[in-house]
């Protein structure tokens, strides 16, 4: 016989792809047991939680001891004038900061071959982005609370309990939509810290152009338009208004950050989940 007559058959690679008939209690079921197994390698590399736990402390106290003094001279008092009013901008620049980390995570999965792995199981590819979603959310709510022991610390007052609920809720809000752009960078970008670098771009002019850490009347014309209708200014003056009653309005701030959590949803989920199913 023929050398080739007796080579045995290549094995075929078969690859299972997640069958479009997937329901909503598979979805579900699929996005708890990601959700289970993220959290697990949460709990295998506990460094992974080192921002959402540090963060909110380095940036409470670099703000307030550096630039209280100041800022707060300008609002009308002094450090602790200033403590009331950065502290709920600090509640909404936490959902950026930490939706940052879903997209360095999704680009890391792809590069170790995670993703490889979830394309041989029959699962929603919505279920995967879904999870990782959901987790970064329950890390927002671990920087959120670490926050507000901070600023309890250094003689935050609070006011509404429940206004405090509802700006960390608005906040969680916002950053889940946040998160879908970081998806669609963890997918089209080559490594991790691309990812890292395209987000700076995205947060610093968000951030610093907002009414986050100062007020904006001293700015310029052009930017104070610009801050008018940015979401994080938005979401920091919602936050506010929430926790600390009537000192400051709630209604247009809670109209441009769910505007915006709305239009970045229905316009970047759909493309986080095409590149992802393309690519994956």
Do not use: C
């Amino acid at each position: 016989m023929s050398a080739t007559t007796l080579a045995a058959p290549a094995a075929p690679t078969i690859t299972v792809d997640a069958d479009p008939r997937i329901g909503l209690r598979g979805h579900l079921r699929h996005t708890g047991a990601l959700i289970r197994r993220n959290l697990l390698w949460i709990k295998q590399d506990p460094e992974s939680m080192f921002d959402a736990v540090l963060m909110p402390v380095v940036f409470t106290l670099l703000f307030v001891y550096v630039f209280g003094g100041s800022i707060g001279q300008s609002l009308g008092g002094g450090q602790q004038q200033y403590v009331q009013y950065v502290i709920p901008g600090m509640v909404a620049m936490m959902s950026m900061n930490i939706a940052q980390g879903v997209g360095t995570g999704f680009n890391e999965d792809f590069n170790k071959g995670i993703m490889d792995r979830f394309r041989s199981l029959p699962i929603g590819r919505a279920s995967v982005l879904v999870a990782k979603i959901s987790v970064e959310l329950l890390r927002l709510l671990v920087a959120s609370t670490v926050l507000m022991i901070v600023a309890v610390l250094v003689g935050f007052d609070i006011h509404h309990w429940g206004g405090l609920l509802a700006a960390v809720g608005l906040s969680a809000l916002f950053g889940s939509s946040i998160m879908w752009i970081f998806l669609v960078l963890g997918v089209t970008m080559k490594n991790a810290q691309s990812v890292q670098a395209m987000g700076f771009l995205v947060m610093m002019p968000l951030q610093f152009g907002s009414s986050i850490f100062a007020p904006t009347r001293s700015m310029p014309g052009w930017l104070q338009n610009f801050t008018e209708y940015n979401p994080m200014s938005g979401l920091a003056d919602a936050a506010r208004g929430l926790m600390l009653g009537g000192q400051y309005p709630v209604a247009h701030g809670l109209w441009v950050t769910l505007a915006w959590t709305a239009g970045l949803t229905v316009v970047m989920a759909p493309v986080a989940i095409r590149k992802f199913t393309k690519k994956s």
